[in-house]
């Protein structure tokens, strides 16, 4: 009875005559064949896309997250072999391939730069963040209902629920800083969101959360201050857990061996930042010489061992334990997947050299604010008379919400919604006075 609660739809939705697949396999298919799945072909990642077409882009890199979280899984069954509710709470590898593979659709076009860019434009009307914008798409945008997105199941919301709490109730105020009269011109860290759902959802949240007890959905949507000024949801779902570790593993480790490859990260530079630090990786079994010989070897297979070494190892230290909610009987919030403290410590180190060498480097940076500038400057000219510069279906959507703040809201989605490419060639077909003709299909 418990298992059918979390595959229910809030969309009735009856099976097709036939009809052999799990809920779980039947929310997969639609959203491999969903266009905003697709769109993650063309977004970037950290790399920009053109660069080579053996970088990592939102989709290849979703695609390897859904890999390395059904592993996950796969290893907790093992390991808690002996726990019959934590083996019954895990997650199938349908759902878990779905939830991963959905974790990045909302992520608007240049990455974090479009993200800021959106939140400003935003700001009065309910803000904008990419993880609540993956919901919104699941819930509402996707054109495989008219009103329901993918109409998927209640357990699927759950899981790429990454922050249980609204907009609203999360902005700190005195987390932005001032706003230049050019919008373009501000400082993406003093415009990034809080960690949070956008307020148009809260219904379809309050949904997904209904079989929880009063008191575990109240404990359940609690947060705290953060270090960003706004505040940060405390709890997540098991499975959101789980999908969260496989990011991590994924982004630190892809995103080194992509920075390998172009040379962004040099034997020098993973010896300076490492000098010191050797006991990190004693404590997880490495030795890092031997390893960086791995990595920096001539040979690319010795690198693709080294990196296929460590997200092994690192999906090895993964355990379930209780999520620390001291009101949660509801297996889906009682329990959480963790790494242990060691290979946790090991995992942040590393990326903090793919921060510092790759995603904080000028060229990166600048390019992030290039998309932040398109994006705002975008958003400026659509909004300025939609009815006129919107395409006919977002036209329509347009018209048919009465509030300001709704109508900025479809502007907002429509932009969010496109892929690196399709931005730039509508921004060049607006603002250029060489560009663009009327048969273009952008």
Known sequence: MTEIIWEKRRLEDPRRTGEVRSEWERDYARLIHSSAFRRLQSKTQVLGLGESD????????????????????????ERHKDSEEIIEALPRSALMSSICLAHDIGHPPFGHG???????CMRDCGGFEGNGQTLRILSRLDKYTADHGLNPTRRLLLGVLKYPAP????????AYGQVPTQRWLCKAKEQHPPKC????????????????????????????????????PIYKGLDTSIMELADDISYSLHDLEDALSLGMITRKSWDEHNQGQEVLFINCGRDVNQLADQLFSDESFERK?????????????????????????????????????????LLKHIFNLVMTKVIESPNVQQLEFK???????????????????????????????????????????????????????????????????????L
């Open 114 to 120: 479009g993200e800021v860019a959106l939140n400003l």
């Open 371 to 441: 998309g932040q500038k398109l994006v705002i400057e975008l958003f400026d000219a659509l909004n300025s008379d939609p009815e006129r510069l919107l395409p006919s279906t977002t036209r329509k959507r347009y018209v048919s919400v009465d509030s300001a703040s709704q109508k900025m809201r479809v502007v907002c989605d429509y932009i969010s919604g496109m892929t690196d490419e399709h931005a730039t060639r509508l921004y060049e077909k607006i603002y250029y006075p060489h560009k663009g003709s009327i048969f273009d299909r």
């Open 305 to 345: 061992k080294a990196i296929g070494g460590l997200v092994h190892q690192f999906i090895l230290n993964t355990i379930v334990k209780e999520s620390g909610m001291p009101s949660a009987t509801t297996p889906l919030i009682k329990w959480n997947a963790c790494m242990d403290e060691n290979h946790q410590k």
């Open 54 to 77: 053996f970088y990592r882009t939102r989709l290849t890199h979703s695609m390897e997250v859904a890999q390395i979280g059904v592993g996950i899984v796969r290893w907790l069954k």
């Open 167 to 174: 907009y609203s109730e999360l902005v700190g105020e005195t």
């Open 197 to 232: 759902y956008m307020d148009d959802e809260r219904d379809v949240v309050d949904w997904v959360l209904a079989p929880l007890a009063e008191a575990e959905k109240a404990e359940f949507t609690t947060w705290r201050e953060d270090k960003s000024g706004h505040m940060k």
